[in-house]
């Protein structure tokens, strides 16, 4: 299983910018999935999820600007980020609980992006 995230890179303050992540390989069920990130010399944080039944969360530093979605058919959680500033520049990382059918039955695991860079220029 491997999660490939794509769209990050540079935009100036009050623009936009729309994070990809698709999910590949052998995968039953696609649960929760979400979107965290890392600021230099910070932990990294949760950002949003969305459950298999669409209830979403957001911190709440970006709640009224970012939206969370997913597209079950495509295995695609994507992360629209409007009114982006500065301070919202990190490493996004895309994460998915995906459960799989395994010889000994069924089997969850928690599988993360490789990161894609966000940097919202002042």
């Known amino acids: 299983v491997q999660l490939q995230a794509s769209g990050g890179g540079l935009v100036q303050a009050g623009g936009s910018m729309r994070l990809s992540c698709t999910a590949s390989?052998?995968?039953?069920?696609?649960?929760?999935m979400g979107w965290y990130r890392q600021a230099p010399g910070k932990q990294r944080g949760l950002v949003a999820s969305?459950?298999?039944?669409?209830?979403?969360n957001y911190v709440d530093s970006v709640k009224g600007r970012f939206t969370v979605s997913r597209d079950n058919s495509k295995k695609t959680v994507y992360l629209q980020m409007n009114n982006l500033n500065p301070e919202d520049t990190a490493v996004y990382y895309c994460?998915?609980?995906?459960?799989?059918?395994?010889?000994?039955?069924?089997?969850?695991?928690?599988?993360w992006g490789q990161g894609t860079q966000v940097t919202v220029s002042s």
């Open positions: 390989g052998s995968i039953f069920r696609l649960n929760a």
């Open positions: 969305i459950t298999s039944s669409l209830t979403t």
């Open positions: 994460n998915a609980e995906i459960g799989r059918l395994m010889a000994t039955g069924y089997s969850q695991s928690e599988y």
